[in-house]
């Protein structure tokens, strides 16, 4: 099926992470459930704190928690091996919350295995639609081979509020503009191309994923297109629906025609 090819197109053997704010759980759900049909070498992580909810919605993967660095690996080798999808946390709290995995650990693991999928979540946005960079943001792993970049379109025509925007008085500030303020194509692409924007620099193949596509007019999204075209980016995603609706509906590698 052509989502399941653009899905999989995603996939890159090294440290994927995704960043950003409005489906990243949906993605990397997707990312595992596609990349373990095709019999691809998988284990699952984060950087930050991952809920019960998160989990839930990820699936069928098998977890250990655990900082050495010996156990853990030899726990994903013994899974992947098995045809299953560990998860690798560093530990678990009373509430059920996992807590991520240093950045080096995933580079150490990269390091080891250049043949595995490994994919993180590197980013919190509180299920928000938007996510400004933040000062406490994890840094992303030196080594990383993919960014995902989310965001909502929906936010395209929205408000800057702490309702929608994960950092919004941050938001407010790079875009020059007051709370409350309507978000326009030219504002969104100010905070996406921000130094520490969505990508934080990395020198890795980014992806921006733009879900929501269905819930905004398309002069919108194409507006906001032309105005990243001086964003280094290697793969645009458009995405109908959010959350367990997500569909990608076109694929663009830049340069290139649409798919």
Request: hydrophobic residues 40%.
């Amino acid at each position: 099926m052509a989502e399941d090819k653009r899905w999989l197109r995603l996939l890159q053997p090294g440290i994927t992470a995704i960043v950003g704010a409005g489906g990243k759980t949906t993605v990397l759900e997707r990312l595992v459930t596609y990349g373990q049909g095709a019999n691809l070498p998988i284990m699952v992580s984060s950087t930050v704190p991952a809920d019960t909810e998160w989990l839930g919605i990820v699936g069928q993967i098998d977890i250990i928690c655990t900082e050495n660095r010996e156990k853990g690996e030899a726990f994903c080798v013994e899974k992947i091996a098995a045809g299953r999808v560990p998860g690798w946390f560093r530990s678990v709290d009373g509430d059920g919350n996992y807590e991520g995995l240093e950045p080096d650990m995933l580079d150490y693991v990269r390091e080891r295995h250049p043949a595995w999928y490994i994919i993180a979540e590197a980013d919190m946005a509180h299920h928000k639609w938007l996510k400004a960079p933040l000062a406490e943001d994890v840094p992303l792993p030196q080594h990383c081979d993919t960014v995902i970049g989310v965001v909502n379109l929906q936010m395209l025509g929205s408000s800057i509020t702490e309702e929608r925007v994960e950092g919004a008085e941050q938001a407010a500030l790079i875009m020059n503009r007051p709370m409350d303020a309507v978000v326009t194509p030219a504002l969104l692409a100010k905070l996406l191309s921000h130094p520490r924007g969505l990508f934080r620099g990395a020198s890795a193949c980014r992806v921006l994923f733009c879900s929501g596509y269905n819930a905004v007019q398309h002069r919108m999204t194409e507006a906001l297109l032309d105005e990243l075209e001086g964003l280094d980016l290697q793969v645009i995603v458009l995405a109908d629906g959010y959350k367990e609706t997500c569909t990608i509906r076109q694929y663009i590698s830049c340069g290139d025609n649409k798919n």
